[in-house]
């Protein structure tokens, strides 16, 4: 089953900082899976720079079976200049992928969903909450 896995499309996530000392920050990706190498771009607000901004990136890497591992290089365009290696578990039937990211010598969290799972995870919580406001 693993190697059926086509990790190719939009992706919606976030990514957290050790011990809550930084924001949780959302990402959309665009991953390209060729037989097992990804590719891609990754956009996200710039939490560190002027509200509105954000950062674009590069992503490449590889997927072997249900792991992953990817860098992610910010294009400069902000003071962020630098790369973050990531690495990973997909689930769900290929839907999901969640793990760890370093940088140096912090590292975090982070969690990433295809965009149509996203969509159904944010239906059934919007029908949780309709449930408690009656």
């Known amino acids: 089953m693993a190697e059926e896995i086509n990790l190719s499309g939009l992706w919606l996530g ?8 930084g924001p949780t920050t959302p990402f959309m990706a665009s991953l ?27 992503l490449s ?34 839907n999901r992928i969640s793990g760890a990211w370093s940088l140096e010598t912090i590292d975090g969290s982070f969690e990433m969903y295809r965009e149509a799972v996203w969509e159904e995870i944010e239906e ?3 029908a949780v909450v309709g449930i408690g406001a009656r």
Do not use: C, Q, W
């Open 32 to 58: 390209e899976d060729a037989g097992g190498r990804l590719s891609g771009t990754i956009i996200e607000p710039n939490t560190m720079g002027p509200a509105g901004g954000e950062l674009e990136a590069v």
């Open 14 to 21: 976030s990514f957290s900082y050790p011990g809550g000392r």
């Open 61 to 94: 890497g590889s997927r072997d079976g249900l792991s992953v591992d990817f860098t992610k290089v910010y294009d400069g365009a902000s003071d962020a200049a630098h790369a973050v290696d990531y690495v990973g578990r997909v689930s769900d039937g290929g």
């Open 124 to 126: 059934r919580e919007a």
